[in-house]
């Protein structure tokens, strides 16, 4: 009997806990099923952002290096319209005025701010992108009456204004701001704190961009975008700030996917004492870093422009709705950044005579941006940065060099003395008979003459001539003695 009533509770507690089981699996179910509800909503958004992005765009920005002076009218002409306030909020080191735009009248204080580093515009641009979007009478109405009735959007579109003036990352005093937490020693951080702590906001964005070799995980995908909500201390705990933080990163990634499968990067998340961003994070405010990398064809960074104006507004959208949408936990979901995997030019499978011994090698070749004086344009300067096997690492631009030979190039023979010489060459024919250095005079290469795309030297002696690690990416490369590829300044200036 005592046996009996013992299988018998044991049942009973089985199948009242089957049952409890159950009962405990439909909200679930039902939360999946509002959770896509609500990030459908998200990515039809989206999608029109897209479709509509030219409305948008700010045309008087157009390129990384714009200037302080670019941005002026712009503020004035924003700030004349009665859905902003805008205002001076401090000074920068060098006395340029540092400005706040505020839109939206919400409970919910968002903080956004770009250019904290001044040769790191991309966001800046999509922040432009976004007051012509909000002042715009082109549709969205429903959302925009959502985001400006929900938020109070605080937004300083250029931090940095000395930094940006040289496009350099550090301000006037070569204090790197994102590291100036603690101290407060340039006038920048001191504002941007200041503000902070007079709006509490609940999430912060902090805009960035990143160097353009970074790989999304260890893949062929170049990190196009990428995402952090920093830590607030050295154990990296979560708390809401950060969960909510995570959950408007994961909903991003999620519309991003679209339009950059696989190109999504996470920021590894160790603690770093002195940095603005996470002490943002440590301070109450929701911190989220979006960092701006690199896209094939695209130097001057204006698809990914656009894709900062697509998910920026995709997450005031969604924090806006107060919906759930996703689930913090699919953050981790995001690969982290791999750096050094990347260059613009891999040569694979290249066959090297020296030292009468043959060998295959792959070459990777990095463009550096020389600046004008002005630091309104650049021009490029490329290395060889890496030789060996790189059967695990990816280019822009890949050629296979499979049954190629590397030789180094030649010289014109005939010292080119007049811009008259110069102008009459015959591009074509040189390059084709692979003719990669041009020999001209002093006095017209003082002159800043550049005869795209030849080498221009007046000391032929001095050329360093040949595959080496950390010079200037120069040769041919041929099948026997028929001329294939000819390689200058890191460019296939001509492929036969």
Request: glycine share 6%; charged share 25%; aromatic share 10%.
């Amino acid at each position: 009997m005592y046996s009996f009533l013992n299988i018998f509770m044991v049942t009973s507690l089985l199948l009242s806990h089957f049952s409890l089981l159950a009962q405990s699996e439909k909200p679930t179910e039902k939360k999946q099923d509002s959770l896509n509800t609500n990030i459908e909503v998200i990515e039809k958004f989206a999608e029109k952002l897209n479709k509509e992005y030219p409305n948008f765009k700010e045309e008087k920005l157009f390129k990384r290096r714009h200037k302080y002076a670019d941005i002026l009218p712009l503020i004035e002409k924003h700030g004349k319209n009665p859905l902003f306030q805008e205002r001076i909020i401090g000074q920068s080191f060098q006395s340029r005025d540092i400005f706040q735009i505020k839109a939206g009248k919400g409970k919910i204080n968002i903080l956004l701010w770009s250019q904290m580093h001044g040769n790191e515009p991309t966001a800046t641009q999509a922040l432009f992108d976004i007051f012509n979007f909000l002042a715009s009478d082109k549709g969205f109405s429903k959302e925009k009456e959502l985001i400006l009735n929900k938020l109070s959007l605080f937004f300083i579109p250029m931090l940095n204004p000395d930094g940006t003036e040289v496009y350099k990352r550090r301000n006037a005093q070569e204090i790197d701001l994102n590291r100036d937490a603690l101290r407060l020693s340039a006038p920048e951080a001191k504002i941007l704190k200041k503000v902070r702590d007079e709006t509490n906001a609940a999430y912060g964005f902090n805009l960035h961009d990143q160097n353009i070799y970074y790989t999304a995980g260890v893949s062929p995908n170049v990190a196009t975008i990428t995402f952090l909500a920093p830590a607030f201390n050295l154990q990296k705990d979560l708390n809401d700030n950060r969960r909510n933080a995570m959950r408007q990163i994961a909903v991003m990634n999620k519309v991003l996917q679209k339009y950059i499968p696989g190109q999504v990067g996470r920021y590894n998340d160790d603690f770093m004492p002195t940095s603005l961003g996470d002490n943002i994070q440590k301070w109450g405010t929701g911190a989220i870093l979006i960092e701006s990398g690199g896209y094939k064809n695209d130097p001057e960074k204006q698809y990914i422009r656009k894709l900062n104006f697509i998910a920026i507004l995709s997450a005031l959208y969604n924090i806006a709705k107060e919906t759930q949408s996703i689930d913090y936990k699919a953050y981790f979901t995001i690969p982290e950044n791999s750096s050094y995997h990347f260059f613009d030019l891999l040569i694979r499978n290249a066959e090297v005579q020296n030292n009468e011994q043959n060998y295959l090698i792959d070459i990777g070749i990095r463009r550096s941006e020389k600046d004008n004086e002005s630091h309104s344009d650049f021009s490029y300067y490329s290395t060889i940065a890496d030789i060996g096997d790189m059967s695990y690492k990816y280019g822009y631009d890949e050629v296979d060099a499979k049954g190629l030979t590397i030789q180094n190039g030649k010289t014109y023979e005939k010292k080119i003395k007049s811009k008259k010489q110069l102008n009459k060459l015959d591009v074509d024919q040189l390059l084709n008979t692979g003719y990669i250095y041009l020999n001209v005079s002093p006095k017209l290469l003082k002159k800043g003459i550049n005869k795209k795309p030849f080498i221009i030297t007046s000391d032929p002696d001095k050329l360093i001539k040949g595959i080496k690690l950390g010079k200037q990416a120069n040769f041919l490369l041929l099948k026997g003695n028929e001329l294939k590829y000819v390689i200058i300044n890191g460019f296939v200036v001509k492929k036969l």
